[in-house]
């Protein structure tokens, strides 16, 4: 039974390099192609800043996808999640060390704001995991009904209105050697993913998971145990989103990043994670989060610049699609290929 499943992860390998190479050259004929379209205005040193301050709110949160997704289930609770731990993090700010509030330093609010932070989303997690590990609920309809759980209770905390703050704003603004901070975030994230899921037996057994259930019972795992690390990691991760959302906005409301969800399925499939569990790759999600804000922040620029009006911002989703439905042709016809020659 090992041997079968360590086979499994050989083949899972292979495939996956396969997969991202011709993510890669996806993604550099994309950036190519608008830099040679738009000239300075998408290839300079600006343009380039402004793109790695966007995707890391969205590219944090693909981690929570791909970590589900592995097992086969999914997370639509992250959004949720993360704005209900900004909001946390948020009150905490102003409460403590705000104007008005019981002049706590800082030095002592912003550690306990974004310990709190991460503690609400890893509850939200562990009750994800609860409801799917041990009740037993589809994960997308057990995460469905809590990402509107943690939505209606972030509008119960805060009334409706944001709630403003700026004691973040070095993390969500601030740079490290030119590089913004929320950069380096999603670059610390994806090596500690890289590690894990290629290095660790947990990482292992989250492959097995999605793979073969069944078998990976059999050969030991303890099913539930790792689903339950799963969702909690995965809503850990979205408490790290929280904070950059409440860092980049200066504010944290309940409805923040209401498209994410979509946008981050989206990442994960492109980026070649199988909806049915057992494949995908960290380097894959990384391509998927590159090639999305290269032909998101390209083709905004063209409509822009051939049509003069700001509804080019629209053109985003349309992007979105074409790109999906382009690598999944793609996909398609190589693993018809693929099938044929063997």
Known sequence: MQESLRRNVFVRELLSENQTLRLFIITALIFVAFSLLLGERFFSVRNLQSMAVQFPEFGILAFAILITMLTGGIDLSIVGAANLSAIVAALILTRLSGDGGAGVPLAATIPLAMVAALAVASLCGLFNGFLVS??????????????????????????????????????????????????????????????????????????????????????????????????????????????????????????????????????????????????????????SVLSIQFLSTGLNMLMLQLSGSSAAIFFRQFAWGALLLLVMVVNYYVEQRRQRST
């Open 134 to 287: 041990r009740i037993g609920i589809t994960p997308i309809l057990a995460t469905l009904g809590t990402g509107s759980l943690y939505t209606g209770l972030s509008y119960v905390i805060t009334g409706g209105p944001a709630i403003t703050t700026t004691q973040l704003a070095f993390i969500g603004n601030g740079t490290i050697a030119g590089v913004p901070i929320p950069v380096i975030v999603f670059i610390v994230l994806a090596i500690v993913f890289a590690v894990m899921l290629n290095r660790t037996s947990f990482g292992f057994n989250v492959y097995m998971l999605g793979t073969n259930p069944r078998a990976a019972l059999f050969s030991g795992i303890h099913n539930e145990r790792v689903l339950m690390r799963t969702y909690w990691l995965a809503g850990l991760v979205a408490g790290i989103a929280g904070i950059i959302f409440l860092a980049r906005a200066n504010s944290a409301k309940p409805d923040y990043g209401a498209t994410f969800i979509l946008l981050t399925v989206l990442i994960a499939i492109l980026g070649g994670v199988r909806y049915t569990g057992g494949f995908g790759t960290v380097s894959g999600l990384v391509l």
